[in-house]
C-alpha cells in the first residue's frame, strides 16, 4: 500500500490538426477511410469482457454512401441487457476499491492512444459511420474525446482533494464513493465524444456502467471500446450492449441497483425515462442520479449594431456545420430591420459556395444528414415552408436520398417570430430567420426569451456594449451556454463547460467538476482523537 498523494494536472486542449493538402495527418486519415472501407466489420456487444454476437445483425452503411456496406452490429434484447448488469454489478466491488491513480490511468492511457496511435482511426470511423467532414470528426472524436477523458482526471483529482476543516482534538475527512448499483449511459449519434464521456465520466468516478449507444453511432462505439480495453479497463466496468430504447429502460429502470442515468438524447424520451423512475422510486435501494441533455432551439440575435459580415459568419458556421445535427445548432435567428438585406444577401451568397457529398472528399463542407427518417422530417419541414404563406425559402431548400441523405443548407424567412420552424428542433441543416423592427430590441430580447422551451445556446452579436449587457441579463435563463459575438457551437473541454436548462436539460455541465459531483456519494468521517469519557457538560455544575 502507497502513502504518497498523486497529482493530475490540468492539460492543455488537444491541439486540432489542420488536415491541409500535403500534411501527414491527411496522407494518414486518407489511408484509413479507404482501409475502413475495404472491409465489412462484425461488431460484436461486450459484456463482462466478453464478445457477444446474437445472429441478428443491423447493417451499418455511411450516410452519404448508402449502397456501401461498412459491417453489421449483432443486436441484443431483454437477456443480454440483465447480462451486462450482472457482469457490471460483479465488477463493481473490486472497480470501487481500484486506488485512484490506478483508475486514472485507464483513460490517460486511452486518450494518448486517440491522440497518437489511433487518431486517424477515430477520425475516420466518425466520417464514415455519422458522415462528418474532417475538421468536425477532428474537433470531436479526437480532440473533444480526448479533452473529456484528460480533464475529467483532473478535475476529480481537485474533487477528491476538497476536504472539510477540523476542530482541536477532532480529524474530519471526506470520502467520495461511487455510486450504489449500476449507471445506465445512453448516448446519441451526433458527437463521439459525448458517447465516450457519458460513459467513461462515471466510470472514472468508481462506478460500473451499462453503456447504450444509438445505433447510428455504432460503428464508433465499438471502436472506442476496443480503445478503452487496450487502455486497460477491467472486464464488466462498462459493457456495450445493442438493444432497442424501451428494452434498454423496461430492464434497467426496474432493477433494484440502478443507480443512474447519463443521458443525451430527444426531450421526450427523457421525460419518459424520468417519469418511469419517478414510479419506480421504491424499488431502488437509493435516489438514482437523473442527468440529461436533451436539445436546444438556439437562436442568435443581431443588434442593429453588429458587424453583418460577422453575422454571416455565425450563421453560416453555426447553422450548418455537421448539417445542423448539432444540439447547439443556429436554428433561428433575429436580425434587425437596419443590416437585415445586407446579412441575407451575404448568406445565400456564401451557402453556394458550400460544397456538398461523401467525406471522403475534403473539399466538401456538407455531407449527409444521419439516416432516412432524420431525412424525410427535415425534408418535410422544408416543404412545409415552401407552401406556407408566412415563410419564404431564401436559400437552399432542394434535397435528394438517391446516393445518400443530402439535404441542401436551407434558410426559411419568416414574418411570423412563432412560426413552427422559429419554435420546433428540427435538427437538420435548416435555419430560419426573422426581421425585427431595429429600434424595437428590448422587445426582441423578451421574445428570444419566450418563444422556445429549450435553453441550450444563444448568441448574441453586437459592437454597442451596452446592448451586449442587456442581452446578457435580460436572457440569462434562455441559454446554458451563451456566446458574445460569436456563434452557439463549438463548446471546448475546460473552457466552455457545456449544459442547458428548461426542456434542455439538467444543466450539469459535461466537460467540468460539476458533471462529475453526480457520480459520487460522499462520506463524512469524523473521528475524535481523544473521546470523552463523561457525559456531563460543564454548565450543569453547581456556580
Not at 467532414?133 to 473529456?148: G, K, T
Not at 456519494?521 to 475524535?528: D, G, I, L, M
Amino acid at each position: 500500500m502507497h502513502n504518497a498523494y498523486f497529482d493530475f494536472a490540468a492539460p492543455g486542449n488537444e491541439p486540432v490538426m489542420s488536415f491541409a493538402p500535403g500534411s501527414p495527418e491527411r496522407a494518414a486519415l486518407k489511408q484509413q477511410l479507404a482501409a475502413f472501407k475495404a472491409v465489412e466489420l462484425d461488431i460484436p456487444m461486450y459484456i463482462g469482457g466478453k464478445e457477444v454476437r446474437t445472429g441478428k445483425t443491423v447493417d451499418i452503411r455511411p450516410p452519404h454512401e448508402i449502397k456501401h456496406k461498412l459491417g453489421h452490429f449483432h443486436m441484443g434484447d431483454a437477456s443480454h441487457v440483465k447480462d451486462a448488469i450482472g457482469a457490471a454489478l460483479a465488477a463493481r466491488q473490486q472497480w470501487a476499491d481500484t486506488p485512484w491513480e490506478q483508475r486514472a490511468a485507464v483513460f490517460l492511457k486511452a486518450a494518448e492512444l486517440l491522440a497518437t496511435k489511433y487518431r486517424a482511426h477515430t477520425n475516420a470511423a466518425t466520417m464514415l459511420g455519422q458522415s462528418k467532414n474532417a475538421y468536425q470528426a477532428e474537433i470531436d472524436a479526437a480532440c473533444e474525446l480526448i479533452d473529456f477523458l484528460r480533464f475529467n482526471v483532473h478535475y476529480l483529482t481537485e474533487i477528491y482533494r476538497q476536504q472539510p476543516v477540523s476542530s482541536p482534538g477532532v480529524h474530519n475527512r471526506l470520502e467520495y464513493r461511487p455510486l450504489e448499483g449500476f449507471v445506465l449511459a445512453v448516448t446519441p449519434f451526433n458527437f463521439s465524444a459525448i458517447g465516450g464521456n457519458l460513459p467513461t465520466s462515471a466510470a472514472m468516478c468508481g462506478n460500473v456502467v451499462i453503456w447504450k449507444p444509438a445505433n447510428t453511432q455504432v460503428y464508433h462505439a465499438s471502436f472506442f471500446m476496443k480503445v478503452l480495453i487496450e487502455a486497460g479497463l477491467p472486464d464488466g466496468v462498462i459493457n456495450l450492449v445493442y438493444a432497442d430504447g424501451p428494452t434498454i429502460g423496461d430492464v434497467c429502470f426496474a432493477h433494484p441497483d440502478f443507480a443512474g442515468i447519463h443521458f443525451t438524447g430527444s426531450t421526450g424520451v427523457f421525460q419518459t425515462m424520468w417519469k418511469t423512475i419517478g414510479n419506480n422510486i421504491a424499488k431502488y435501494k437509493t435516489y438514482p442520479r437523473i442527468v440529461g441533455e436533451t436539445g436546444g432551439k438556439d437562436f442568435v440575435i443581431a443588434h442593429k449594431s453588429a458587424n453583418p459580415d460577422a453575422v454571416v459568419t455565425a450563421l453560416a458556421r453555426g447553422a450548418f456545420e455537421y448539417q445542423g445535427q448539432k444540439c447547439s445548432a443556429a436554428s433561428r435567428a433575429y436580425l434587425p430591420s437596419n443590416i437585415a438585406d445586407e446579412i441575407k444577401t451575404k448568406l445565400a451568397a456564401e451557402l453556394k459556395t458550400m460544397k456538398m457529398g461523401t467525406t471522403e472528399d475534403f473539399s466538401n463542407f456538407i455531407n449527409a444528414v444521419i439516416d432516412e427518417r432524420s431525412f424525410d422530417k427535415i425534408a418535410a419541414y422544408i416543404e412545409d415552408a415552401k407552401k406556407d404563406p408566412k415563410a419564404k425559402i431564401i436559400a437552399g431548400g432542394n434535397y435528394s436520398k438517391t446516393e445518400g441523405y443530402f439535404i441542401e443548407p436551407t434558410v426559411i424567412e419568416t414574418t411570423d417570430p412563432k412560426y413552427r420552424t422559429m419554435c420546433e428542433e428540427i435538427f437538420g441543416p435548416v435555419l430560419t430567420v426573422y426581421v425585427y423592427d431595429a429600434e424595437k430590441w428590448e422587445e426582441t430580447l423578451e421574445l428570444v426569451d419566450g418563444t422556445s422551451e429549450y435553453a441550450l445556446t444563444g448568441a448574441v452579436l453586437a459592437q454597442d456594449r451596452y446592448a451586449l449587457d442587456q442581452a446578457t441579463k435580460k436572457l440569462v435563463n434562455a441559454a446554458g451556454n451563451f456566446y458574445l459575438n460569436d456563434k452557439p457551437t463549438g463548446a471546448v473541454v475546460g473552457q466552455q463547460p457545456f449544459g442547458g436548462a428548461r426542456a434542455s436539460g439538467t444543466n450539469d455541465k459535461a466537460g467540468s467538476q460539476l458533471n462529475l459531483y453526480r457520480w459520487l456519494s460522499a462520506r463524512t468521517v469524523k473521528e475524535t482523537l481523544v473521546p470523552p469519557t463523561d457525559y456531563r457538560y460543564p454548565f450543569l455544575k453547581e456556580a
